[in-house]
């Protein structure tokens, strides 16, 4: 069983920085891939970008790609989502999620998920 618990969501002004943070705890990261979503009001939960727990295979969706990172800090057991030049379109629950499969992509195919955390990027 993994857990995990993100924060660090809140309000901030188009073009500004943001930094989210999810804390995991569990059996065997090493062999999870990681990924943050994010589902804004009324739409469905899409995939904003991902990386192994363990090594490479970063990913991004076109949506954010080079405005997100993501990074983790093994000593905390953390893993972070950087997000700049942050857009109106940005503005939704962001959510940490985890697989078993190396190759899942939608959120469909993650196992776990943390609570969420909302981010809301005023005009």
């Known amino acids: 069983q993994v857990h995990m618990v993100e924060s660090g969501g809140g309000l901030v002004q188009a073009g500004g920085s943001l930094n989210l943070s999810c804390v995991i705890s569990g059996r065997a990261l090493s062999a999870l891939t990681m990924a943050w979503f994010r589902q804004g009001v009324g739409k469905e939960r899409e995939f904003a970008v991902g990386?192994?727990?363990?090594?490479?295979?970063?990913r991004a969706a076109d949506s954010v790609k080079g405005r997100f990172t993501i990074s983790r800090d093994y000593v905390k057991s953390t893993l972070y989502l950087h997000m700049n030049g942050l857009r109106p379109e940005d503005t939704a629950v962001y959510y940490c999620?985890?697989?078993?499969?190396?190759?899942?992509?939608?959120?469909?195919?993650?196992?776990?998920w943390g609570q969420g955390t909302q981010v809301t990027v005023s005009s």
């Open positions: 999620a985890a697989a078993r499969d190396w190759e899942a992509s939608g959120a469909g195919e993650y196992d776990y």
């Open positions: 990386a192994a727990w363990v090594g490479g295979n970063n």
